[in-house]
């Protein structure tokens, strides 16, 4: 029976009371706003300000040689030139002069800065955008699923054939008509950012702005397509004081204005196919900081932000080969000797996104319930709720002596409780597809087989000792898909309906389905000797990763 589509109506209909589009519109006033907090911010940190201009200016002048884009502004090298010079001709002047001086030139750098992270958002454009990214997408469905040149102008499948909306979809668009959401998603693929963005358009949500890295606006069509959706530009070489700092007033002041927004918590993507446990608390504290500015301005009824994680389930991940390197070579050091593989070349754009489109596998966004920025429930009207049902008010977490009061040791861990409840909900919302527990059951079982070898040695395993009888391996699925029934009941996770059907037809669908393109497959099924066979070890770990968090290494 196919599935009945829903079509969402547009949360904010007038394009002109989008949050984006009110930013856009006074995007100069806004990056002032920005550069005048990020100065207020600076000074009031008790750190020289000649001290602060000097590491910045460093560090810039390092990045310029040793890491230079076509993207940075054709004036990078004579604007830090003459920061250096204006430096030097300071211990001239006077300790006033001196001071004047260095304030000036600090103000010059903060409003650079603001400038180029500031998006650049047209509404005519996102509507091209939307329009362009849907159609592409449609007709890439056609191609990979149809025959020949004239299946990309078919009109059969659309995004919606493939990526299954889970949870909470209208208790999000609610959410956003009361206030300002911060969706926090998972990060596994590079796909991750793409989908998110269909999900937005697809629920009616107006646009959200997301943190892009500075060197895709090199490319002139990426550029575009960005801009026209939402993004800002972050530039991750840029690791000096006053640059952090411009970023998360960025963050901070558009909240405050009732933005929505998109962070990736992990920060980039799973390069160990665990769901992430310590997030980057950089942006997450920008929601903390925004939400006790606003109650500081004392309305009566103050827009209250929301967190909103999201858990992006995939059959298997296309950079998973790439990504578990990346992670053994890390964490492994000498115990990890990488070996020659064929499957190290990186994809081109249309090559990566044709083989995602062409896998007959579902994809599923998981949205969860909304949080306040203490990490409590929400209703549908925003109210928050404690773990015992009883109301909430957030005003009371930033008060002292009855004042909303700023108080940065208390915020800090404001950010820790959020960030652990994060990562419980993205645990709790994950989407167990039969892929993750195959591959799971598989190298828990040769972890039981080998108790004395490290991680690294049983991935160094002979292929002899990397064959499991299929009996075997059923009984314990089973044994490990009957603790996961118990704690989906608990509501601790989530299942693929594909995960209750028959143990063997179970088995097969997460066999099939598990590194579909990969080089060579994490495991697979030999019907007539009746064994599991496990074909490369790096990506069965990466998989098996997983459905780590859940203490179910105590049922094999």
């Known amino acids: 029976m196919p599935r009945r589509k829903i079509q969402y109506d547009q949360v904010v209909p007038s394009k002109n009371e989008w949050p984006i589009v009110k930013l856009a519109k006074h995007r100069a006033e806004f990056v002032q706003h920005v550069a005048d907090d990020s100065m207020a911010e600076l000074s009031a940190k008790g750190k020289s300000i000649r001290e602060v201009l000097e590491t910045t200016l460093y560090k810039e002048k390092l990045r310029i040689r040793a890491n230079p884009w076509k993207v940075d502004p054709k004036d990078d090298t004579p604007f830090w030139n003459r920061v250096r010079d204006e430096l030097g001709d300071i211990q001239n002047l006077s ?57 990309l102008f078919r009109r059969q499948l659309d995004l919606q054939d493939k990526l299954h909306i889970k949870g909470q979809p209208e208790h999000i668009r609610k959410l956003a008509k009361k206030g300002t959401v911060i969706m926090v998603p998972t990060h596994f693929s590079n796909l991750d950012s793409i989908l998110i963005g269909w999900v937005i358009q697809y629920l009616g949500l107006p646009p959200f702005i997301y943190g892009a890295g500075l060197n895709l606006f090199n490319i002139r069509i990426l550029a575009y397509f960005m801009n026209s959706l939402g993004a800002y530009k972050v530039d991750r070489r840029k690791k000096n004081p ?65 967190i909103v994680p999201v858990v992006i389930n995939y059959h298997f991940t296309l950079e998973a080969p790439a990504l578990i390197r990346e992670h053994l070579k890390a964490t492994g050091q000498e115990r ?52 015992n049902g009883n109301a909430v008010d957030t005003r009371d977490y930033f008060k002292s002596g009855g004042l909303i009061t700023m108080d940065s040791q208390r915020e800090h861990e404001y950010v820790r409780i959020l960030s652990k409840r994060i990562v419980e909900e993205f645990h709790i919302n ?10 799971y059951t598989a190298f828990k079982m040769l972890e039981r087989r080998n108790p004395n070898l490290d991680i690294y040695s049983i991935l160094r395993l002979p292929e002899e000792f990397l064959e499991i009888d299929y009996e075997e391996f059923k009984a314990a699925y089973r044994k490990l898909r009957n603790r996961l029934s118990e704690l989906h009941k608990e509501g601790k996770v989530d299942l693929a309906e594909h995960l209750k059907d028959k143990a063997k ?10 590194g579909m393109y990969h080089a060579k497959r994490p495991l697979i099924y030999k019907k007539k000797r009746n064994k599991v066979i496990i074909q490369d070890t790096n990506t069965l770990y990466y998989y098996h990763n997983r459905m780590e968090g859940y203490g179910l290494e105590k049922y094999i």
Do not use: C, W
């Open 242 to 306: 006053i640059y952090l700092e411009v970023l998360k007033n960025y963050s901070t002041i558009a909240l405050q204005e009732g933005t929505h927004s998109l962070f990736f918590p992990g920060g980039t993507r799973s390069r160990s196919g665990k769901i992430e446990k310590r997030l980057k608390v950089g942006l997450l504290g920008t929601a903390i900081k925004a939400q006790r500015a606003l109650y500081q301005k004392d309305k009566e009824s103050v827009s209250k932000i929301f």
């Open 336 to 387: 990890y000797y990488q070996e020659a593989d064929e499957f190290t070349t990186s994809y081109k754009m249309a090559s990566f996104m044709f083989k995602f489109f062409a896998m007959d596998s579902e994809i599923s966004v998981s949205i969860g319930r909304g949080m306040d920025v203490l990490g409590n429930y929400v209703d549908d009207n925003g109210d928050s709720i404690d773990s």
């Open 505 to 514: 037809d179970s088995i097969a669908h997460g066999i099939k389905n598990a």
């Open 95 to 151: 300790v006033e002069d001196a001071k004047e001086k260095e304030e000036d030139i600090l103000h010059r750098i903060v409003l650079r800065y603001s400038d180029e992270i500031a998006g650049n958002f047209n509404k005519s454009y996102f509507r091209f955008a939307r329009a362009f990214v849907t159609f592409g997408f449609a007709r890439l469905l056609n191609a990979t699923r149809g025959k020949g040149f004239l299946a």
């Open 430 to 439: 994950n989407r167990v597809f039969a892929s993750h527990l195959v591959t």
